[in-house]
């Protein structure tokens, strides 16, 4: 979901691995305190590496803008898994079909070893991996489950949409839009995971005025690394 892209799509939790982006080995320590959590400089270089396998670049490549907009998801993340620990881990069949479509993402991963290696390159382990996307889809059921019930998209709203922006846009760029008909749950759906990303926003800028997060005076000096 396009959720994701925003909040980063990307979610990562206590995985203590060197990235692969750092010449020699990582000395941990404190980046940021989220409510007494901390988040580690491993956490840290581990999102920017799992951000960089999904975008196919190197973790060397990521500005320090990028980078400190990882820990700042990060921060978010800690935020969330505060509202609720799961009982239960994410179902085994979803959290494969993840790892498979992030597979899918690395052109030289056809084989076992290729795969492995394009892991190793990237800091990360299959079984990390695996623990990074279950926690992904944990925390994205938790959102869905928050919020989604109280997004109501109506026939205006789609209709309003469709006539005033789609069909414009469409017209515009020299094409012919389709029937409101096909369009109808396209239009639905995106305007609610349109809504669900405004939801989310406030949501986390609520939970952030009431808590208590502190940052690494250093954090953008590591962002230089």
Do not use: C
Request: hydrophobic share 40%; net charge neutral; no cysteine.
């Amino acid at each position: 979901m396009k959720i994701w892209k925003h909040f980063a799509v990307a979610i990562a939790v206590g995985m203590l691995l060197a990235s692969a982006s750092v010449a020699g080995p990582i000395v941990d320590r404190v980046v940021a305190n989220v409510n007494g959590h901390v988040v580690l400089l491993s956490d840290w270089e581990e999102e920017i590496a799992f951000e960089a396998l999904l975008n196919g670049r190197s973790p060397d490549s990521f500005t320090t803008e990028e980078r400190n907009a990882a820990l700042d998801r990060l921060v978010d993340q800690e935020l969330l898994r505060e509202q609720v620990r799961p009982a239960t881990p994410a179902p085994s069949p979803d959290v494969q079909a993840r790892v498979a479509e992030v597979r899918k993402l690395q052109p030289d991963a056809s084989t076992e070893q290729s795969w492995r290696a394009t892991l190793r390159r990237y800091g990360l382990t299959q079984q990390a991996l695996e623990k990074r996307l279950a926690d992904e889809i944990q925390l994205m059921k938790l959102v869905q489950d928050r919020l989604r019930p109280s997004i109501q998209i109506d026939q205006q709203a789609i209709e309003r949409y469709y006539h005033d922006e789609l069909v414009p846009d469409i017209k515009k760029a020299g094409g012919t839009a389709a029937p409101l008909t096909e369009m109808y749950g396209k239009i639905r759906n995106m305007l609610a995971e349109k809504k669900m990303n405004e939801l989310l926003t406030n949501w986390l800028a609520s939970l952030r005025s009431g808590s208590e997060i502190r940052a690494s005076d250093s954090k953008m000096q590591e962002g230089n690394r």
